[in-house]
């Protein structure tokens, strides 16, 4: 009977252990993906704000930020957004109109090498392949109301800002903070 009984406890704390180590991976997972969402910005920001990754709240905010790990799935390219960002962005993924009526940040302090869109097209079929594909180092983003950005270059090649998705309604001011680190 008493080997019975340790036969049980030796089970039950192999079963626990395991439950624990578990859930301890999945939080070490969850934790890596916030700290690369609050990479995308400065602690000033990025400390308080919501962390979003796939549609799941991990952490609830209390700035009015919300950042990711991914600007697109898998994409490992962060970045945080303030409320007219996410507006936009929101519209753009269901491919809806968007009118900017005020202004408003990004932040992608990591920049997006290895994750470049075209300059002119959100929805572009092959991004890596359009003709104007671009890739940007750490960068903010702006977005203001269209009669704002006339003026401004849409040639990422120039160097300083650019005009991102111009005649889209999703055109923002890109701003390069550094080069891209290649």
Known sequence: MKT??????????TCVSTLFLTAHAATASEQKR???ARSSAP???????????NGKVLVEGSNGWVCMPDTLPND??????????MEMMQAMSKKEDFTANKIG???????????GVSNSNPHHHDHKNSDDYV?????????????????ITDDASKGGPFVMWGDTPYAHIMVPIEDLKK
């Open 105 to 115: 940040f990004s932040y992608m302090l990591m920049g997006d090498q290895g994750a």
């Open 34 to 36: 916030i700290d690369q």
């Open 76 to 85: 490992n390219a962060p970045l945080c957004v303030d409320d007219v960002w």
């Open 135 to 151: 890739e940007t180092g750490p960068h903010l983003m702006i977005i203001v109301p269209k009669g704002m950005l006339t003026g």
């Open 43 to 53: 602690p000033s920001v990025s400390a308080e704000a919501t962390i979003i990754d």
């Open 4 to 13: 019975r009984s340790r036969i049980h406890q030796a089970l039950t704390l």
